[in-house]
């Protein structure tokens, strides 16, 4: 697995949530950008944060203020950090890196916002 991605389950609306994606090889610093998408059921993926190299972020509208992401170098990881989670937020979030040639994804975590 090229990128192994971690830390989703069962919160309650409110809570907090630290999803990590770890590079196995292959530097995240050589890359474009990396960041997250989300799939709810019956929904199109959704583009929910990105970092640049340049360490420029961006974020959905519908997270904006809640979910924040970074990168640690060192451990060739990167994170979300999720705030104030809503039921909404419900979905299976899957990583990415992009390379200039080619991008590299994480097989998913299933976050779920429930009472």
């Known amino acids: 697995v090229q990128l192994q991605a971690s830390g989703g389950g069962l919160v309650q609306p409110g809570g907090s949530l630290r999803l990590s994606c770890a590079r196995a090889s292959g530097s995240i610093d050589s890359s474009g950008a990396m960041g997250w998408y989300r799939q709810a059921p019956g929904k199109q993926r959704e583009l929910v944060a990105s970092i640049t190299s340049g360490d420029s972020t961006n974020y959905a509208d519908s997270v904006k203020g809640r979910f924040t992401i970074s990168r640690d170098s060192a451990k060739n990881t990167f994170y979300l950090q999720m705030n104030s989670l809503k039921p909404e937020d419900t979905a299976v979030y899957y990583c990415?890196?992009?390379?200039?040639?080619?991008?590299?994804w994480g097989q998913g975590t299933e976050v779920t916002v429930s009472s």
């Open positions: 990415y890196v992009h390379y200039a040639l080619y991008d590299v």
